[in-house]
């Protein structure tokens, strides 16, 4: 049946009273966790902190939470705890952008201040309502035992909204946590045809990963409908951020499957991973499968993907790059821990699998002084060609004519310096792309490599994204991706070319740098 924290009547002055009095709770929150936040912000070193990707200021953050386009700006909320660089108790962070390059710092958003919400402000997404304001559905967590999940936890889905999309009004409970779920989390809402839909996901008490369909007329009083879909893998316990989007003529649903399963092949070998299906849904039925589970990217760290619809009808998602099983090297000493994608562009192909490019807008960052271009050129075996120096943040689009190269891989050394780099390479051997971080050089944590399949005959086209500590890799249309945190050692780093056994003939490539995105300098 519905359920709602909020009476329908006509508040009283006894009501409006409590709603003050929650006000001034969650202010006192917000403004505790803006102090811890630029305490650690004087302890942050910069050494891999991102120049073009959304970052917390200092802190932890994981998913990203609330993509809109409201009042002319984007808004990008996320996961985050700002006292600490590992992952603690949740709030929201903002940042804004009206163009999806240059961002600007917001308030924190969200903190813990209801006993709903006591123990973290949990991943939930954002709708313009109505009547214009901005309404945002989060889960609410509450350890059971007041401390930890070894007592269990109490998850539900709560309501607060906005009339500017930087402060924010609290609404409470709007779903509780149903009988037959042990985790329940992560809302993402849509409207559709009058009505407002939610998934989330959920972990039925038989240990089945599923995600739950919700309808509801106001945002307010919610109804189940049924359980959209259950994972087939009886290992997937848990369904993490879900999300269900139309894209041509069909549906997607995208979410991170919990797994007990040992990794095997090239596919799920990270502690957290992310993936979609496409498929035919219709209002109240269940989404019904037209093509099998495919990974969202290849790479390290890519996460929690959520998505939005642009002014212009473009698809836009962005994942988390980060993970919760081995400690980055930022966590360390370097007061900040994790950050988000570029925004990507998505797309459906015939053979219905999704495309993700880098959007347009951030051609914009391009710094045109400087970049190198190679034209019709080869490249003869064993040598190794210094394309950029001493540069921290650049984008390469590369394309080799695979018939005219013999060198067994055609290498891009990226983070490149005195003691190693990241290694972008095809493998002719395997038909695959590889992003290799184990000679990267920089602090502790994994290192390891991940491939991509590659299936663009005798034309090999890459983009490749380099931040100071991460690498973004695009294959041909954006057929595949692979999405890595990559720390390099300490001093300048460089970009360069190499073949191995063979020639690389080059057919073009763009070698530029990147200029950063933030509107203001942190300090």
């Not at 018939?403 to 891989?409: C, D, F, I, L, Y």
Request: charged share 25%; with cysteine; glycine share 10%.
């Amino acid at each position: 049946m519905p359920t709602t924290a909020e009476s329908t009547a006509e508040p009283t002055a006894e009501s409006a009273a409590a709603h003050a009095a929650a006000s001034h709770v969650h202010a006192d929150a917000l403004e505790r966790a803006a102090a811890a936040n630029t305490a650690l912000l004087a302890t942050r070193d910069d050494r891999w902190y991102p120049t073009f990707h959304i970052a917390a200021p200092a802190g932890w953050i994981n998913d990203p939470n609330g993509l809109i386009h409201f009042q002319g700006r984007y808004h990008v909320y996320f996961q985050h705890h700002p006292a600490g660089t590992d992952w603690g108790t949740m709030h929201w962070g903002h940042v804004s952008s009206e163009d999806l390059v240059t961002w600007r710092r917001e308030p924190l958003a969200l903190a813990p201040s209801l006993e709903a919400d006591r123990d973290g402000i949990f991943s939930g997404s954002a709708v313009e309502d109505e009547d214009g304001t901005l309404a945002v559905l989060y889960t609410g967590h509450r350890w059971n035992n007041g401390t930890d999940d070894s007592g269990g936890v109490t998850q539900v889905q709560c309501l607060a909204t906005s009339e500017d999309g930087v402060r924010f009004t609290k609404h409470g409970t709007v779903i509780e946590a149903p009988q037959d779920v042990l985790d329940f989390r992560d809302p993402k809402v849509w409207r559709q045809d009058g009505t407002w839909w939610l998934v989330a996901g959920a972990q039925s008490t038989d240990h089945r990963g599923q995600v739950r369909l919700y309808r509801s007329e106001d945002l307010r009083e919610w109804t189940f409908a049924t359980v959209l879909f259950e994972d087939p893998d009886p290992s997937a316990y848990m369904l993490e951020c879900p999300d269900l989007f139309p894209l041509g003529d069909r549906w997607v649903l995208t979410y991170c499957p919990m797994t007990t399963a040992r990794p095997a092949g090239y596919a799920g070998r990270n502690g957290h991973n992310a993936g979609y299906v496409i498929g035919d849904w219709a209002p109240g039925e269940q989404f019904r499968t037209a093509a099998e589970y495919r990974p969202a990217d290849w790479g390290h760290t890519y996460y929690a993907p959520q998505s939005f619809e642009a002014p212009d009808g473009r698809r836009l998602q962005l994942g988390w790059m980060g993970g919760f099983t081995l400690p980055l090297a930022s966590q360390a000493e370097d007061g900040w821990s994790g950050q988000l994608s570029v925004p990507r562009e998505l797309t459906l192909g015939e053979d219905l699998r999704l495309r993700a490019l880098p959007v347009a807008e951030l051609a914009t960052l391009r710094d045109s002084a400087g970049e190198r271009v190679l034209e019709d050129a080869d490249i003869p075996s064993d040598v190794t060609e210094v394309l950029l120096e001493d540069v921290d943040a650049c984008e390469i689009e590369l394309e080799v004519d695979l018939a005219r190269t013999t060198s067994e891989q055609v290498a891009l050394e990226v983070q490149r310096t005195a003691s190693g780099c990241t290694w972008v390479a095809y493998d002719d051997q395997s038909g695959r792309v590889v992003l290799d971080r184990r000679t990267s050089g920089g602090g502790p944590g994994d290192r390891g490599y991940r491939s991509a399949p590659f299936d663009g005959g005798d034309t090999l086209r890459l983009r490749v994204l380099v931040d100071r500590g991460s690498v973004e890799v695009f294959l041909g249309e954006g057929e595949e991706t692979l999405s890595s945190l990559a720390f390099p050692a300490d001093g300048p780093r460089s970009l360069a070319l190499t073949s191995v056994g063979g020639v690389i003939h080059v057919t073009r490539l763009v070698a530029r740098r990147l200029h950063p995105m933030w509107e203001t300098p942190d300090r």
